[in-house]
């Protein structure tokens, strides 16, 4: 079984500025991805940002990136330049068979 | 290139109802799998089917059934509602031997 944490309840940052979500988890898998979705407010699910366990290299997409520590299981996302659209939910989800999510962040870009 | 669609997009039943939610894939995707969200949490999984049967279960009773037809739709039945039933269901589908999964809108179920 995995475990999923997600200790920020709620963060905000404020518009062009950088914010990370941080993410534990446990996992007996030994091939697994990991994965960032954003749910906004319209509750589509929208997949952020995938990272391959096997992979060193941490993941970027545009001005999103990860930090993966897999000796430690931690799998933080940072946004850069955050902008008001980025305001959402944030579920962290390691996988193997199947998604398991965090209990999300809730992000607020502020003007 | 449709994405992944839902049906209907909100629900109210009556406790002891029984409710069907309809869920079509993502265009050459060929496995569903079925979340619940509640209020202000993360989705759980409920199960996933690839060709028609059910491949994963989690930690849902049997009141929630599902099926998936030979054209990769699928439905995910509950029986005897109850008032903790009520939340988002989600409906994500994949490629098998793809761990990526991509979401459809959800049906807001509320049980009364």
């Known amino acids: 079984a995995q475990t999923v944490t997600q200790s920020q309840p709620e963060m905000s940052v404020q518009e062009a500025e950088t914010v990370t979500l941080s993410c534990t988890y446990d996992?007996?898998?030994?091939?697994?991805?990991l994965f960032w979705y954003k749910q906004p407010p319209s509750r589509q699910m929208i997949l952020v940002i995938r990272?391959?366990?096997?992979?060193?290299q941490n993941a970027t997409e545009n001005r999103f990136s990860v930090n993966f520590q897999k000796a430690a299981k931690s799998f933080s996302l940072k946004i850069s330049d955050s902008q008001l659209g980025d305001t959402a939910m944030y579920f962290c989800?390691?996988?193997?068979?199947?998604?398991?999510f965090g209990g999300g962040t809730r992000l607020m870009v502020k003007p | 290139d449709a994405g992944v669609t839902q049906s209907p997009t909100h629900l109210i039943k009556t406790r002891g109802q029984q409710v069907t939610l309809r869920c079509s894939p993502k265009?050459?995707?060929?496995?569903v799998s079925w979340y619940q969200q509640a209020l202000g949490q993360g989705p759980q999984f409920i199960f996933q089917y690839y060709e028609e049967e059910e491949r994963q279960r989690g930690n849902f009773p049997d009141r929630f059934s599902g099926h998936q037809f030979p054209n990769y739709s699928s439905e995910l039945n509950v029986n005897a509602l109850l008032l903790g039933d009520s939340a988002l269901y989600l409906c994500?589908?994949?490629?098998?031997?793809?761990?990526?999964?991509?979401f459809g809108p959800g049906t807001r179920l509320t049980v009364t």
């Open positions: 989800a390691p996988t193997g068979n199947m998604l398991t």
């Open positions: 996992t007996s898998e030994n091939n697994y991805y």
């Open positions: 990272q391959e366990a096997y992979k060193q």
């Open positions: 994500a589908s994949s490629l098998v031997g793809s761990y990526e999964q991509y």
């Open positions: 265009s050459g995707h060929d496995t």
